[in-house]
């Protein structure tokens, strides 16, 4: 088996191991996401040399990490305040080699600023009490390659909503969902190994412009009118080299009619 072919086993695994666990608890906020920049430590929406130097600073200077884990303590230490939080990708608290190498990929592959900025948009839709609806999720590239999405997190009310789960419109990839939590939901959308013939497919497919995904809501039949927000949490995204990167998203809406 090929390293592309590999992949493409590794990647459905997981997304079958999220489905099996269902998705973490978030808690949605009724704003839109802050655009991130990742390794940009000063917030300045630029990921600049000063900053490249920041994260390897803090993996220098304030390591190791609790429980003799090698890299550096994401928030700093007394030798550098305030370390980078922004190339933490994991959240996990600890700055590694893994976390500088993106940075400096990203600092390489995103010019001018250094900056990956792939857009998700979640759509609106409206429907009577008791009804089902679709709504579509829509991803603006701005000039990034990515052939993976895992996954995309997103808030919702569960007394108005039951989400029914998410289908890839692009031609090529399969979405595979969890179970959600009270509120939440987590939807991947990768390549299909076996491809829509049912024979394998022999590359990864890069995300087109456009509409992505259509998740499915039921609308409870005891729902107030009026419109009840789709939020937005994270969208963690690939390329077919394996580069890390995140997404920034705009949140939706259902209208209850």
Same mark, same amino acid.
């Given at each position: 088996?090929?390293?592309?072919?590999?992949s493409?086993?590794?990647?459905?695994?997981?997304?079958?191991?999220c489905?099996?666990?269902g998705?973490?608890?978030?808690?949605?906020?009724?704003?839109?996401?802050?655009?991130?920049c990742?390794?940009d430590?000063?917030?300045?929406?630029?990921?600049?040399?000063?900053?490249?130097?920041?994260?390897?600073?803090?993996?220098?200077?304030?390591?190791?990490?609790?429980?003799?884990?090698?890299?550096?303590?994401?928030?700093?230490?007394?030798?550098?305040?305030?370390?980078?939080?922004?190339?933490?990708?994991?959240?996990?608290?600890?700055?590694?080699?893994?976390?500088?190498?993106?940075?400096?990929?990203?600092?390489?592959?995103f010019?001018?600023?250094?900056?990956?900025?792939?857009?998700?948009?979640?759509?609106?839709?409206?429907?009577?009490?008791?009804?089902?609806?679709?709504?579509?999720?829509?991803?603006?590239?701005?000039?990034?390659?990515?052939? &993976? *999405?895992? /996954?995309?997190?997103?808030?919702?009310?569960? $007394?108005?909503?039951?989400?029914? @789960?998410?289908? =890839?419109?692009? +031609?090529?990839?399969?979405?595979?969902?969890?179970?959600?939590?009270?509120?939440?939901?987590?939807?991947?959308?990768?390549?299909?190994?076996?491809?829509?013939?049912?024979?394998?497919?022999?590359?990864? &497919? *890069?995300? /087109?412009?456009?509409?992505?995904?259509?998740? $499915?809501?039921?609308?409870?039949? @005891?729902?107030? =009118?009026?419109? +009840?927000?789709?939020?937005?949490?994270?969208?963690?995204?690939?390329?077919?080299?394996?580069?890390?990167?995140?997404?920034?998203?705009?949140?939706?809406s259902?209208?209850?009619?």
């Open positions: 088996m090929g390293d592309v072919m590999r493409r086993w590794l990647v459905a695994a997981l997304a079958g191991f489905a099996l666990i998705a973490p608890s978030v808690v949605p906020v009724e704003v839109q996401a802050a655009v991130p990742f390794g430590c000063n917030a300045s929406s630029t990921l600049t040399a000063s900053d490249i130097g920041r994260i390897n600073a803090t993996i220098l200077r304030c390591g190791p990490c609790p429980g003799a884990i090698p890299g550096g303590v994401a928030t700093g230490c007394a030798a550098l305040a305030n370390g980078c939080t922004a190339a933490d990708f994991n959240s996990d608290g600890c700055l590694r080699a893994s976390e500088l190498a993106r940075a400096n990929q990203n600092n390489l592959r010019q001018p600023s250094g900056c990956a900025t792939t857009q998700f948009t979640i759509g609106t839709a409206s429907g009577a009490k008791g009804s089902m609806v679709s709504v579509a999720v829509n991803l603006a590239k701005n000039g990034t390659s990515p052939v &993976t *999405v895992a /996954p995309l997190r997103f808030g919702f009310d569960s $007394s108005v909503l039951t989400f029914n @789960g998410c289908t =890839s419109t692009v +031609t090529g990839k399969i979405a595979s969902w969890g179970l959600p939590s009270t509120g939440s939901a987590s939807v991947v959308d990768y390549d299909d190994v076996f491809g829509e013939a049912g024979t394998p497919a022999t590359d990864l &497919t *890069v995300f /087109p412009d456009g509409t992505v995904l259509n998740c $499915s809501f039921t609308i409870a039949a @005891g729902a107030a =009118s009026g419109a +009840t927000p789709l939020t937005f949490v994270s969208a963690p995204l690939a390329d077919a080299q394996f580069n890390d990167f995140p997404g920034v998203g705009t949140s939706g259902i209208t209850v009619l």
